[in-house]
């Protein structure tokens, strides 16, 4: 069964970076589209981004756009979530999930594989 660790998260002020990671233990991710979630207190659950299967394809959060960039590592069993000039709005735990599908999907109950999440707090 596939596993996610999602990793990376932090503090950092109001414009700085942060990369998050997930990765998959033992297998590739090349069976998986993969998505990047979040969820604020209060707030339901949001799709940030996700790459396609292979990595051929990518979808982002109108919000997010021009700031966050998902990738994967050519070994492919680690997808990045690289967020630069970051805001308070983007405070949240994030989490990783994967679909045995081609396509992405920003609908959470699609996936079938999710990390545990990590704090993204942006703060000064």
């Known amino acids: 069964q596939l596993q996610l660790v999602e990793s990376g998260g932090g503090l950092v002020q109001p414009g700085g970076s942060l990369r998050l990671s ?3 233990s033992g297998v590739t991710l090349d069976s998986y589209a993969i998505g990047w979630f979040r969820q604020a207190p209060g707030k339901e659950r949001e799709g940030v981004s996700c790459i396609t ?7 982002y959060l109108d919000s997010v756009k021009g700031r966050f960039t998902i990738s994967k590592d050519n070994a492919k ?4 979530l690289q967020m630069n000039s970051l805001k308070p709005e983007d405070t949240a735990v994030y989490y990783c999930a994967a679909r045995q599908s081609y396509a992405c999907s920003n609908e959470g109950r699609s996936y079938d594989y999710w ?3 990590t704090q993204v707090t942006v703060s000064s």
Not at 53 to 59: A, P, V, W
Not at 77 to 80: A, D, G, I, Q, S
């Open 22 to 24: 997930c990765a998959a």
């Open 53 to 59: 299967r292979f990595g051929l394809g990518t979808m």
């Open 77 to 80: 069993t680690t997808v990045y």
């Open 115 to 117: 990390g545990q999440g």
